[in-house]
């Protein structure tokens, strides 16, 4: 019984500092992220952080997966019948998120540079474009899985190519899907 409610407790504290952590990241970006300074504003040691996250890394790596919860859980819940619209959907939080991270001097290919492709919040990502190109293109011989992998990574390039050099982003969901969709649509 003690065991368990010692792993509550630390599910609890791990979730709150989260918490803080994700309102400071957002506030200051990782390059200028201390965590003496997270536990300076929490009141706790640097110590009970780095007992729970083990490294600025993996407790940004923790933020990061927050971030991608929060992404899919939009998806979710702002998901329609019509797969275009949704695909259009993905692309604006997608892209959302690389321009915020963008303007809070966040290192932009931080993003890219940690292993998350693992975890199962991708895979339920992944599921999400996967259900769109279902519904676009049913009963044919298509991977699925292949198709939505191309259409992630060409919006991948698109915040890239912004990252490398900065361009007016006021049509970028339509640029994206016109792109992939003559591509994929060109006989």
Known sequence: MKNKINEELIKVKKDLYL????????RYGYKSFKI???????????????NLFTSKENLYLEYLISKLQNFLDTL???????????????????????IQIDDNTTD?????KLDISNHPIVDEIYEFLIRQ????????????KHLSTLFKKLSDGFIESYLIEKYDTKN??????????????KK
């Open 108 to 112: 932009p290919y931080f993003f890219h």
């Open 133 to 144: 190109f279902k519904q676009l293109y049913p009963n044919k011989n298509i991977n699925y």
């Open 36 to 50: 003496s300074h997270l536990a300076k504003e929490l009141e706790i040691s640097v110590g009970t952080i780095y």
């Open 19 to 26: 918490k803080a952590a994700t309102e400071y990241f957002d």
């Open 172 to 185: 970028i969901i339509n640029d994206t899907i016109e792109l992939f969709f003559y591509g994929l649509e």
């Open 76 to 98: 979710k819940s702002k998901e329609t019948n019509n797969p275009k619209e949704n695909l259009e959907l993905y692309l604006s939080c997608k892209y959302e998120i690389f």
